[in-house]
């Protein structure tokens, strides 16, 4: 049998888990269920351990409001924030196509950022009049606080339309005390499922013709009507030779229940039965193609049906049988008796089912495996894909510990070490990602291309203000040749490079391959970015016009891709105000563009966007103009080289007598500098002491000492800073 279709895997999330064969009718809490739901409360919480049944309760009850339940099972990986949000979107979206439509592209734009997506989810459903009744089951897997806030968010602005069922074993950390007392909360706990005597009959079936009324309240007493023990007593009930003796030793709890398992079920069942079942153990979710990979056998689809029906331990997640899980517990206990009995057979199951994942289009789970498995080296290897496509959408958290269990087995490889810094770098931690980059180049090995590394040197030197460093690396991507075929990454670290040093025409054609590149990979950051550089450029270079629209573009783009409130368009925001008309609310724009660039981690664009809002507001007489203009002059000490930031700094200073900026404009050069001087002034933006650039010039620090004199009397300045700046309005560098 071939593999089933890639997402079929991921469906499984989307659906509520098949009801068992035999279903409890559990009337008295559905209808409370129901109530929530006619009282339009924004959340119902059912909370209560493993086993109680809480899955089966609100699975049998969403059957009944099919056409309105958006069903997520979440998995330990969904509590990386991107991942989480796609999740959703995807949930939403199966239930109603409209809304997930239109949620799917900000969830990718903003990489599941709750800020975003949170009102953007609430404006969708105050648009449409369906009810959304949106379940997150195994709520207790998420341990990321941002997705509680983002949820709690969610909670509070709930439209009427929407109510979010949170299934977990443990209380999410919402501030669940102001709900109650607001009667914004419907919750179902440990007591309230609990299997009443009548309840328990139906759940036993035919094992319960046994027992005398009075011995199944003694059976329920035993268990405290928990869902999992009383299953797993049925299971023995009918084996059992004394029905009261076996109801007299009987416990529920889940110390008792794990012995249990060891002991008794598996105890009674066929040695191949038996190793099949705690083979499967390694798998979170069982197919039949995925079971036969794994453990050899060849009815695995037949086998997994079979048990399924007569086993309620293990649950169908579709209704054509392709995917089942473990109950929880259970797979918990078979993976202990794993452990116990079969260790030196575990790696290889694991190596088996990733090499399953890995031809069935999962590489990120067969990456898990591997691990599990020991298998690190092809871990890393593997991870050459799943880490940009992690990047690409955004999430950071998966890919920091997928790269933090590799890093537990020793040295990571050049490229996940580049991973790695990219992660440092996006969090705004550039000593450290700088570090990991200079790792990485020293141990490329002769199979990785060494271009690989250089979107992260230029986006890492644009990001610590270093524009020099940038353009450097830009030039030898250009050098190169065939900037066309390079991804996206490149192509748009290339563009800004170019648009930030001012390099108007080479910046122009660099952009317009980058959208391409970005269009066509969907990198929707990446491409608003690019949008973002053409701005600049136009601002710089072209007309008002011609910046307006470009900016514009940007802003229209990023609005429709949910990055409406991300740092990185406040440049193009600040550019369509300071080239429009003013007018009443162009403060409020401008304190808008001010609050966006802050939360920034780099230099270039908060430079930028506080140089033009002081001279937009100093336009208008707000006396903060001033000190904007001064506040971008003093960050643009801070950078290496500030790049075109420095000329408009001196612009707006000149032009609104800010006296505090005291740099002198250059008019132009005394005398022409000889091919030696050329050589010096092109490391003069750079980071690199005097001393430093000696060395990289082969020549003794006075000599660069006196070069540095002439440069600065040929171009009629006195200072490293001047020296730049004249030299870039010259075109020199």
């Known amino acids: 049998m071939g593999a089933p279709p890639v997402e079929s895997l991921a469906a499984t999330k989307l659906r509520p888990p098949v009801t068992p064969a035999r279903l409890v009718e559990r009337t008295r809490l559905a209808d409370v269920l129901e109530r929530a739901l006619a009282d339009e409360l924004p959340l119902v919480l059912v909370s209560a351990p493993a086993g109680s049944g809480k899955s089966t309760l609100v699975a049998a009850w969403a059957a009944t409001h099919a056409d309105s339940v958006a069903w997520l099972q979440l998995e330990e990986s ?73 949820i709690e968010r969610l909670i509070e602005l709930c439209p009427r339309q929407l109510t979010v069922v949170v299934i977990t074993r443990a209380d999410p950390p919402f501030r669940l005390g102001r709900l109650r007392v607001r009667g914004r909360v419907c919750e179902l706990r440990a007591g309230d499922l609990r299997f009443d005597r009548v309840e328990a009959a139906a759940l036993l079936g035919s094992a319960a ?50 012995g249990y398992l060891t002991d008794e079920l598996l105890a009674v069942v066929g040695d191949d039965e038996r190793h099949r079942m705690v083979e499967a153990a390694v798998l979170h979710r069982l197919s039949g193609p995925l079971l036969d990979a794994v453990t050899g056998s060849d009815d695995g689809a037949s086998w997994l049906d079979a048990l399924a029906t007569r086993n309620q331990l293990l649950i169908r997640l579709d209704t054509s049988g392709g995917w089942y899980r473990y109950h929880h517990l259970f797979r918990e206990m078979l993976l202990v ?64 510990n997928l790269l933090a269990r590799l890093a537990e087995g020793g040295e990571l490889d050049a490229v996940c070490l580049l991973l790695s810094g990219w992660d440092h770098y996006l969090t705004g931690r550039y000593d450290t990602a700088q ?8 141990t490329l090995p002769a199979d990785v291309e060494p271009m690989r590394a250089m979107p992260l040197r230029i986006n890492l030197a644009l990001g610590k203000g270093d524009v020099a460093t940038a353009l450097a690396g830009a030039r030898e991507v250009l050098d190169a040749g065939d900037l066309a075929s390079r991804p996206s990454e490149l192509t748009t670290a290339v563009g800004a490079a170019l648009a930030w040093a001012g390099r108007a025409d080479d910046a122009r054609a660099a952009l317009a391959t980058a959208l391409v590149r970005t269009h066509a990979e969907h990198r929707i950051t990446a491409h608003a970015m690019a ?22 573009r940007a802003l229209d783009y990023a609005a429709s891709s949910g990055l409406g409130e991300y740092h990185g368009i406040a440049p193009a925001l600040m550019i369509d105000i300071a080239t429009g008309p003013l007018d009443a609310g162009t403060i409020e724009q401008v304190d808008r563009a001010l609050t966006l660039a802050r939360t920034a981690t780099t230099m270039l664009g908060l430079v930028f966007v506080l140089a033009t809002a002081g001279d937009v507001l100093a336009r208008l007489g707000d006396e903060r103009g001033e000190q904007l203009i001064i506040e971008a002059d003093e960050l643009s ?48 933006p750079s980071s690199l002491s005097l001393p430093e650039i000696a060395r990289e010039l082969y020549v003794s620090p006075n000599t660069v000492k006196t070069q540095c004199s002439a440069i600065y009397r040929k171009l009629g300045v006195n200072s490293r800073d001047a020296a730049v700046r004249a030299a870039r309005e010259l075109r020199l560098i």
């Open 78 to 150: 969904d509590a990386d924030p991107a991942r989480f949000w796609v999740s959703v979107a995807a949930a939403v979206g199966r239930s109603h196509p409209q809304v997930g439509d239109r949620l799917a592209p900000v969830v990718a734009g903003s990489a599941g950022a709750g800020p975003v997506v949170v009102p953007t989810l609430v404006n969708e459903l105050e648009a449409s009049s369906d009810r959304v009744v949106l379940v997150l089951d195994d709520y207790h897997l998420i341990d990321a606080e941002e997705i509680h806030r983002a």
């Open 209 to 258: 013709e046994s027992l005398s009324e009075q011995r199944l309240s003694d059976l329920c007493e035993r268990t405290e009507g928990w869902a999992a023990g009383l299953v797993l007593a049925g299971l023995s009930l009918a084996r059992a030779h004394d029905v009261d003796r076996f109801v007299a030793a009987f416990h529920g709890d889940d110390q008792l229940v794990a």
């Open 337 to 400: 008796e794993a452990r116990r009995s079969m260790p030196e057979r575990l790696p290889e199951l694991d190596r088996r089912a990733a090499a399953w994942f890995e031809a069935a289009g999962y590489p990120a789970a067969a990456v898990d495996h591997l691990l599990a498995a020991g298998d690190r080296d092809e871990a890393m290897l593997l991870m050459r894909i799943v880490g940009p496509d992690l990047l690409g959408s955004g999430q950071l958290r998966t890919l920091r």
């Open 435 to 442: 570090h990991l980059l200079d790792r990485a180049i020293a």
């Open 531 to 552: 949008l973002v550089a053409s701005a600049l450029v136009e601002l710089q270079h072209g007309t008002a016009d011609t910046a307006r629209d470009a900016a514009r």
């Open 637 to 684: 000490r801070r950078c290496a080289d500030p790049g075109s930031n420095r000329s408009l700094i001196d612009q707006a200073a000149a032009r609104h007598r800010v006296t505090a900026v005291p740099h002198a404009k250059a008019t132009g050069m005394v005398e022409q500098l000889s091919e030696r001087e050329h050589a010096l002034l092109r490391f003069l």
